[in-house]
């Protein structure tokens, strides 16, 4: 399969503490995005890191890419209760391939 | 602005029936897609349209699953003779990126499908 796939499934932490969520994929990519998904929502493109990228920030979120071992990670610094959602990466891989997204990560920030 | 508008926002009917699912994009975006996500599932891709190029249908699950684009602007997705297991939230999503992918997608609140 195409999709990235993310892990853990399911994170639970305290307001305040850091939530780490990372993604796998399998092939080269030509960048790699990660988005939000609120419940009953659509999802939310967060923010987008591309192949020759080895990090990057937005606000409190800290993206970092490792090609060699292709693999992403996102890190919500000090997390809030609006932070609860689910979080998905999306690889996009050279070539005229759909966006695929993996299963998400259930982030649960309790307050 | 307007952001990705979807409608019904839910749609339940019976086995059988044949369903209309709406998409308006964002002005200007010329790249469209359509996913399914089943509950607690990522998103599974159906169709994409960019301009006036061929769609990608190559993620249609069955002949009773079709998607036009008219205008370049509003999109229908149609499922006939709709089975259980067509039940899903329908997301749609536009994009300005002429390269499917290269850039982010913007995403409507979906459709709730439930069959009966």
């Known amino acids: 399969s195409q999709q990235g796939e993310e892990d853990p499934q399911a994170l639970s932490i305290q307001e305040g503490e850091n939530a780490t969520m990372n993604c796998s994929y399998k092939?080269?990519?030509?960048?790699l995005q990660w988005y939000r998904q609120n419940s009953g929502r659509g999802l939310v493109h967060l923010i987008l890191i591309r192949s020759n990228e080895r990090e990057k920030h937005s606000g409190r979120l800290r993206v970092t890419l490792d090609t060699s071992k292709k693999s992403s990670s996102l890190l919500i610094t000090a997390s809030r209760a609006a932070d609860t959602a689910s979080y998905f990466c999306a690889p996009v891989y050279s070539g005229n391939t759909p966006l695929v997204f993996g299963k998400g990560t259930r982030l649960s920030v309790i307050a | 602005g307007a952001g990705v508008s979807q409608s019904p926002s839910n749609k339940v009917t019976e086995k059988g029936k044949d369903v209309e699912l709406r998409c308006d994009p964002i002005s200007g975006h010329t790249a469209l897609y359509w996913y399914r996500q089943s509950l607690g599932q990522g998103l599974e891709f159906l169709i994409y349209?960019?301009?006036?190029?061929?769609?990608?249908k190559s993620g249609l699950p069955s002949d009773r699953f079709s998607a036009e684009r008219t205008g370049g602007s509003v999109s229908t997705l149609t499922i006939q003779r709709t089975q259980q297991e067509d039940s899903a939230v329908y997301l749609c999503a536009s994009s300005l990126a002429g390269d499917r992918g290269r850039g982010a997608q913007h995403f409507g609140d979906g459709t709730r499908l439930s069959i009966l």
């Open positions: 349209f960019q301009g006036n190029s061929a769609p990608d």
């Open positions: 092939t080269s990519i030509n960048n």
